[in-house]
């Protein structure tokens, strides 16, 4: 049974995956986050929910080999959910791990699109910084053993509503009744939830062996952005309006932006290579760590109704 300690914990994804780590408790003798002062300060809410649930809180800063070996001395296993732009601080801590006789395992910071999908993957902008994590684990890290959960798209940030000014990325308002689709609309994709994907990582974490040292591919449904928009206007007993943005048109969109040097620029690209096919496989991998009853789009369709329309009555819309 490992004990956990897992960084970005208070993050989008981390989140989920500490929530799903609670619920399973009693498989995990001991869970822990390893965060900073400004997250205790101003995520003070969480952090005692956390407490209270019985995850030990460690406090420092992860750019210190001290305060990490500390938090590191009590477990022996590390699950990593840093955000995109902190996503090389993994490096000291894999080297870190590896000098630490107790770490067994670590989970580095993937839970997205695939980014070693086809050779053209290594020239993808947004992959940057985890292909070098991959790198560095590939050349240095023999004794601790890895696993890349890679989960495709999070299907609540696919089938949100974007602003006006970016809704050409994709968009599901619910409110407005209105839908801007990629592509032809035909083109399947793989998502996963975010409860999912909680699922997945401690999935993962109960089956070590088939997955020892490799990437996972997992996801909770493929579907089409017509289908999706089917299921809005069944559950919404509506007819929805409907604009699409081509693949063509997402290209133009994709190629401003990183000229521009807009931090959006990342979303258009990891979009287009979703409408391209670049989350599809042959087969999917969740058989492999027992996790083959996923949640459905029916069901996630309506927790973005519900979303929505709580986020219009408290004035968030
Ligand atoms: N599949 C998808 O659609 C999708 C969508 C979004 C993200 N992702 C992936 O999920 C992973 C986590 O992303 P996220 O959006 O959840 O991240 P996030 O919310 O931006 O940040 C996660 C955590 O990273 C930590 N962090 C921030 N700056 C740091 C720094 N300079 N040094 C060390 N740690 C730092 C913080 O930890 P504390 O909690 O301790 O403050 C923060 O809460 C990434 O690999 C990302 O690519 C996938």
Known sequence: MAS????????VAGIYI????VAAKPSFPRLGIFTSQN???????????LKGEGVHVHVGDVGSDEDVLAAYKDYDTIVHAAGRNAILSQI?????AEQSPQIKRFLPSEYGTDIEYSPASANEKPHQLKLKVRAYIQEHVKRVQ????????????ALTRMPPAVEAVGSFDVHAKKATLLGSGDEPVSYTTMPDLGRFVVA???HPEPVRNRAIRVNSFTTTAHDVLAEFEKQTSAKWSVSHTSLEELKKLEKVAWESDKPFATVYTLRRIWVEGGTLYKERDNALVGCEDSETLTTLVER???TQTDERAGGQL
Do not use: S
């Open 4 to 11: 956990v300690l897992v960084f970005g914990a208070t993050g």
């Open 18 to 21: 500490v929530n799903a780590l």
């Open 39 to 49: 997250t205790v300060d101003t995520k003070g809410e969480l952090i005692q929910r």
């Open 204 to 206: 993962t974490l109960l």
């Open 304 to 306: 973005v109704i519900r």
């Open 92 to 96: 000291g801590l894999l080297r870190l």
């Open 146 to 157: 890895h696993t890349y959960v890679v989960t495709g798209p999070y299907a609540e940030m």
